[in-house]
């Protein structure tokens, strides 16, 4: 096996898992995509933006190839979470647009560089800090596949659509009946398991 195959390998889980994040979005409103839908505020915008701001920094920073593009948000004054969230100036069409200029950034890393080629994560810890390129394609697919899950619970519990892609639900059914017969079951495990008896 040549060094290229591995690597077109780990490219095209990448490349799916960032689709599959931007899929999230269709059909949704302005509100419905920048609503914090649990307690930490994550929301379905912020996930986009901030996957762009991980690639930008571990295909482009951590290998010295920084975007030529300012990151507010990667300031020092910047406040906490501040990619994880889209301002009301920071329109849809604008969130999506920059996190495809990191795929494309990135892209070029990863095809100029070999998966031997070290890189320096400033901001992890000394010793484990020059990871290879290998490392950071299996690190920045976890955390989109992370985020991926993220959105999947997201979008459901926004209109309930479900489903790996368009073309793909993954699911075992679509049918509505049998996903509350499902439910009920799973219920009625759980209530064995309550404390209070309810």
């Given at each position: 096996?040549?060094?290229?195959?591995?690597?077109?390998?780990?490219?095209?889980?990448?490349?799916?898992?960032?689709?599959?994040?931007?899929?999230?979005?269709?059909?949704?409103?302005?509100?419905?995509?920048?609503?914090?839908?649990?307690?930490?505020?994550?929301?379905?915008?912020?996930?986009?933006?901030?996957?762009?701001?991980?690639?930008?920094?571990?295909?482009?920073?951590?290998?010295?190839?920084?975007?030529?593009e300012p990151i507010p948000w990667w300031d020092s004054g910047a406040d906490p979470n501040d990619d994880m969230w889209a301002r009301?100036?920071?329109?849809?069409?604008?969130?999506?647009?920059?996190?495809?200029?990191?795929?494309?950034?990135?892209?070029?890393?990863?095809?100029?560089?070999?998966?031997?080629?070290?890189?320096?994560?400033?901001?992890?810890?000394?010793?484990?800090?020059?990871?290879?390129?290998?490392?950071?394609?299996?690190?920045?697919?976890?955390e989109t596949n992370r985020h991926a899950g993220h959105a999947d619970i997201l979008r459901e519990l926004i209109d309930g659509a479900?489903?790996?892609?368009?073309?793909?639900?993954?699911?075992?059914?679509?049918?509505?009946?049998?996903?509350?017969?499902?439910?009920?079951?799973?219920?009625?495990?759980?209530?064995?398991?309550?404390?209070?008896?309810?």
């Amino acid at each position: 096996m040549t060094e290229e195959q591995p690597k077109a390998v780990l490219h095209r889980y990448l490349k799916m898992a960032r689709e599959a994040i931007v899929w999230k979005l269709e059909g949704l409103s302005e509100s419905e995509i920048r609503r914090p839908m649990v307690p930490t505020g994550t929301n379905l915008l912020g996930l986009v933006k901030h996957l762009g701001s991980v690639e930008f920094g571990y295909f482009g920073l951590v290998f010295g190839r920084p975007p030529d593009e300012p990151i507010p948000w990667w300031d020092s004054g910047a406040d906490p979470n501040d990619d994880m969230w889209a301002r009301a100036s920071e329109s849809r069409d604008q969130v999506v647009a920059f996190y495809r200029r990191s795929w494309r950034h990135s892209d070029r890393t990863i095809d100029d560089l070999d998966l031997t080629a070290a890189g320096r994560v400033p901001w992890w810890p000394e010793g484990r800090n020059e990871p290879t390129l290998h490392a950071l394609l299996i690190h920045v697919i976890a955390e989109t596949n992370r985020h991926a899950g993220h959105a999947d619970i997201l979008r459901e519990l926004i209109d309930g659509a479900v489903g790996l892609h368009a073309d793909n639900s993954n699911l075992p059914s679509s049918d509505p009946a049998w996903w509350q017969a499902y439910r009920d079951r799973l219920e009625e495990v759980a209530s064995q398991f309550d404390p209070t008896g309810i």
